[in-house]
Structure formats: C-alpha cells, structure tokens
C-alpha cells in the first residue's frame, strides 16, 4: 500500500488519519510501529545509593538492559543508604511518572513495605538486593544473603585457621544499618555457619552502625582496642568493609582475618596484600541487568519468576585473578 492509499482509506475519520500517519512515520525510518512504540517505554530504577560503586554497577547493567531493550531507564534513588525519606520521594515520583514497570532496591524492609505495596496497585514492582515488607513484588531478584553470610563464616573460619593454627578465639561483626533486610540475612547466615561448623569461634559482639565509612573505621577502633587479640571480623556490607578495613591498616592486628561483603579496587588490592581474607562478592550488574529486563517482560503481560537467585562468590587471594572473579570485579560500567 502506497501512503497516499494509506491516507485515502483512512476517509474523513480522525482516529483513522492518526493511525495512518503514525504508521507512515514508523515506515519512514525503517521500523516496525510496534519496535517504535516500544522505545518510548520508561523503567526507572532506584537505588539506596546513586553515588556508591556498588550501585553504580547496578545501574550500569540496567542502563545495558535498556540500551539492549530499547526502553528508558532513568536511574534514581538518593545519596545515602540511611535516607529513607530520599528513596520514599523517588518512589512517589517514579510512580506518579506513570512508567511501564519500576525496578527498586528498599533501603530499609519495614519503610519501604507499604509504600511498595500501594505503588504497585498502579504499576508492577520488581524488587531487586533487598526484601521489603511487601508481597506485591512481581519478582524480586537478590542475592541469597542466607547462603552469603554462611560463605562468609566459611571464609573466616579457613582464614583464621591458616593464620592462627585452629579456627578458635573471638569473631566480631559490624552491621551497616539496622533493619536492612538483606544485611540481616546477612548475619543470621553467618551466625548458623559458625554454630554449625565453628564452635570454638565466638561471636563477642555486633555492632551497628549508621552506613558511614567512618563510623565503620571507628568501630573497628574500639572493637580492636577493646580486644587486641580478636580473631576474626566480618563486615556485612562495602561501607563497613572500607572503614574496617582501614583501621586494621593502621593498626595492624597479629591475629585478625576480616571477611568482607561487597567489593571494590582497594579492597581486591587488600585481599592480593593479606590484609583482607576474603571478599564475599554479588553480581550487581546482573541486578541491574535482569532487574530491567523483568520488568519490561511484566509490563507486557509475559511471565516472570517470582524469585530470582544472582548468585554469591567468594574471592580470595586463590582465586582473584580468574576470568571469573575479574567480571565480577571489574564489569564495564559504560
């Protein structure tokens, strides 16, 4: 059909008229009015943190995704994970936006369940990292922070043997933020591990902190001072990690084998040194990647998982430098 038969079919009726011309402008470029329609979709993402590298990885898997996809993925979220309030404008905003779906990753479980619940009344939900007090995610796709916390435990235990001669003495723990649902799995993964597998390995304290690198350091401080000959420490997230990692820098501890959660390049420079044993490691941008992907698959009416597992790595000085490992730590963020 030519466009002038195009239009003449369309007669005197509006509608008809608009159609046709949105088809010949479709045909003007070579595509297929439905992959047009498509490309003007929208999913935004929200993170707990836009500027930590962590999620900087996130969204760059789900800026690929949209690239991949054809679908706009405006990222959001605030500039601290203790924001709550932030993250709770984003969600408000993303809602009201009218997207086809949103991809969201709570900052903190109970906050976030009810306005997650009411927002999804309009739009589908994914969920992405960490669980909210909520069943209205269509899927929610997270690392299983059980089984992380149980591999970071193994991961100490190893270290502080090969250190100390036995797996013994006393462990300590610091927790970014309280209330965070994938930071206490966290820990109830660790603490099972260590009962089971690690009995002469005594957790003497858990300290909580407000998701500042600097109250990490300082914890760490006093968790070293107070105790000089702790055996093992483990930092449920990349914010603890950092600041711990750079007090037992300074101070130098015989004795301590600390596990971290979550990675960077000065962390992975720290575990090829010894300083860091181990890093438990996720797979953000497959987070950010699939996470978008999910949601455009919902928001026409396609079938999703309701959960997905993105998988767990430990990384040490055994293993840093293999293919694997290096994806993980080094994925491309442009």
């Known amino acids: 059909m030519t466009r002038s038969s195009a239009l003449r079919r ?39 943190d836009t ?24 990222a959001m979220g605030a500039q601290s994970e203790a924001d709550i309030a932030g993250q709770l404008s984003a969600l408000e905003n993303a809602t009201s936006s009218h997207p086809a779906a949103i991809v969201i990753a709570p900052t903190q479980f109970a906050a976030l369940g009810a306005p997650i619940t009411d927002a999804a009344k309009s739009v ?4 992405i ?11 929610f796709l997270t690392t299983d922070n059980v089984r992380g916390g149980a591999a970071a435990a193994d991961a100490l235990g190893a270290a502080i043997k090969a250190k100390n ?36 390995l005594k957790i003497t304290a858990v300290r909580v902190a407000d998701g500042q690198v600097t109250t990490g350091l300082n ?12 055996a093992g420490l483990f930092c449920v997230n990349l914010t603890m990690s950092q600041g711990a990692s750079q007090a037992i820098a300074e101070i130098k501890p015989p004795k301590l084998s600390m596990v971290a959660f979550d990675s960077d390049q000065k962390l992975a420079g720290e575990v090829r040194d010894g ?35 993105t998988g767990v790595n430990t990384i040490d ?9 290096q994806a993980l730590l080094n994925p491309k963020l442009n």
């Open 10 to 48: 369309t007669g005197s009726n509006g509608t008809g008229r608009r159609a046709a011309l949105l088809m010949i402008g479709a045909l003007a470029v070579g595509l297929p009015l439905s992959i047009r329609a498509q490309a003007a979709e929208t999913i935004p993402i929200i993170v707990k």
């Open 51 to 74: 500027t930590a590298q962590y999620w900087q990885i996130v969204l760059a898997g789900a800026r690929k995704a949209g690239q991949d996809l054809g679908v706009n993925v405006p």
């Open 124 to 127: 589908k939900i994914i969920g």
């Open 129 to 139: 990292d960490s669980a909210a007090d909520t069943q209205a995610f269509t899927s």
């Open 165 to 200: 001669g036995k797996a013994q003495g006393d462990v300590a723990i610091i927790v970014s933020l309280p209330g965070v649902g994938s930071l206490d799995q966290r820990v109830q993964g660790f603490k099972a591990e260590l009962a089971s597998k690690y009995p002469d």
């Open 219 to 230: 914890i760490a401080n006093d968790l070293l001072t107070a105790n000089p000959d702790l």
């Open 275 to 309: 300083l860091v044993a181990a890093m438990i490691v996720q797979d953000p941008y497959r987070m950010g990647y699939d996470g978008v992907k999910t949601a455009l698959a919902a928001s026409r009416g396609q079938p999703v998982p309701k959960n997905v597992d």
């Open 317 to 325: 000085k055994t293993n840093i430098d293999t293919p694997h490992s």
